[in-house]
Nanobody
Framework: VQLQASGGGLMQPGGSLRLSCVVS????????MGWFRQAPGKEREPVSC????????YYARSVKGRFTISRDNAKNTVYLQMNSLKSEETAVYYC?????????????????????WGQGTLVTVSS
């Protein structure tokens, strides 16, 4: 399984960006897709996750109400719509998947739950 993240860039505080993550091959066997981010000098932190089968969404408390995760199974793509961006959300954003290994959704925020990772896309929020 290979993941290709895109959509990052420079945005002013309060602005919006939409990230995309394309999955090579079919998403049929995948249980979940997640987004994590890592700022310089900080640990990787969870952002959001989606259950590919039923579309259930999970969010970190810091982004709930501002970010929306979605999927398009026909396009093998997961999106992260980010609104009202803050400067402290500058980071490399990574998408990840269990790849069919199985994902225990109550632990979606744990990076080790995900087996495959994309290369990351840089989001810079600055005026």
């Amino acid at each position: 399984v290979q993941l290709q993240a895109s959509g990052g860039g420079l945005m002013q505080p309060g602005g919006s960006l939409r990230l995309s993550c394309v999955v090579s091959g079919s998403m049929f066997s995948i249980n979940g897709m997640g987004w994590f981010r890592q700022a310089p000098g900080k640990e990787r932190e969870p952002v959001s996750c989606i259950n590919i089968s039923d579309g259930a969404e999970y969010y970190a408390r810091s982004v709930k109400g501002r970010f929306t995760i979605s999927r398009d199974n026909a396009k093998n793509t997961v999106y992260l719509q980010m609104n009202s961006l803050k400067s402290e959300e500058t980071a490399v954003y990574y998408c990840a998947t269990d790849g069919g290994r199985g994902l225990y959704f109550p632990n979606w925020h744990v990076p080790h739950e995900f087996k495959y990772w994309g290369q990351g896309t840089l989001v810079t929020v600055s005026s």
